[in-house]
T-cell receptor, first 112, second 115 residues
Framework: AQTVTQSQPEMSVQEAETVTLSCTYD???????LFWYKQPPSRQMILVIR??????QNATENRFSVNFQKAAKSFSLKISDSQLGDAAMYFC?????????FGAGTRLTVKP | KAGVTQTPRYLIKTRGQQVTLSCSPI?????VSWYQQTPGQGLQFLFE???????NKGNFPGRFSGRQFSNSRSEMNVSTLELGDSALYLC??????????????FGPGTRLLVL
């Protein structure tokens, strides 16, 4: 069974600084998808970034980028120039074989 | 384009009752997935429907069931409610199922409290 591990329950970052959230996963598949989702307090979950395992190039979406290390089964999220609106729970997720698994989440606090 | 909608948003039930939650996906999306979110267990996959067929089911008891209609709207039902069923139930829709995996768009959730 696939598992997703987020080892940092909480992280904090100063506004305008950079923070990296960690995620590791375990799968025997070679073709799968990885995602980072953001869930602001009492608001809907939204997709931050996605990565297809067969693509070696790291995905980037504006201030958000990932470091995808397939051999190490690591998928970290880097947030640059952090903003107050980035404060949220961040979930790492993996999808393959019609099965979606989420990590336990990392609560990110942004300090002004 | 309207987002994923879920009804009702809040629900209070007592043990032993049953409940039905509804999810309307984004127009054109044919895949609907359901998740249970609790502080203790986090986000857990319940099941996914695509074109009225269940594609996959998570590790939940048979009390949890779902279905999808021809217009892609989906319902999930929980029978014989237990206290531990109290949770936020999230629905997510996407264009596709399987590979390539389309982006999932989440609804606001239905918060269920079982007393």
């Amino acid at each position: 069974a696939q598992t997703v591990t987020q080892s940092q329950p909480e992280m904090s970052v100063q506004e305008a600084e950079t923070v990296t959230l960690s995620c590791t996963y375990d799968t025997s598949e070679s073709d799968y998808y990885l995602f980072w989702y953001k869930q602001p307090p009492s608001r809907q979950m939204i997709l931050v970034i996605r990565q297809e395992a067969y693509k070696q190039q790291n995905a980037t979406e504006n201030r958000f980028s990932v470091n995808f290390q397939k051999a190490a089964k690591s998928f970290s999220l880097k947030i640059s120039d952090s903003q107050l609106g980035d404060a949220a729970m961040y979930f790492c997720a993996q999808y393959n074989n019609n099965d979606m698994r989420f990590g336990a989440g990392t609560r990110l606090t942004v300090k002004p | 384009k309207a987002g994923v909608t879920q009804t009702p948003r809040y629900l209070i039930k007592t043990r032993g009752q049953q409940v039905t939650l509804s999810c309307s996906p984004i127009s054109g999306h044919r895949s609907v997935s359901w998740y249970q979110q609790t502080p203790g267990q986090g986000l857990q996959f319940l099941f996914e429907y695509f074109s009225e067929t269940q594609r996959n089911k998570g590790n939940f008891p048979g009390r949890f069931s779902g279905r999808q209609f021809s217009n892609s709207r989906s319902e999930m039902n929980v029978s014989t409610l237990e206290l531990g069923d109290s949770a936020l139930y999230l629905c997510a829709s996407s264009l596709t199922s399987g590979r390539p995996r389309g982006t999932q768009y989440f609804g606001p959730g239905t918060r269920l409290l079982v007393l």
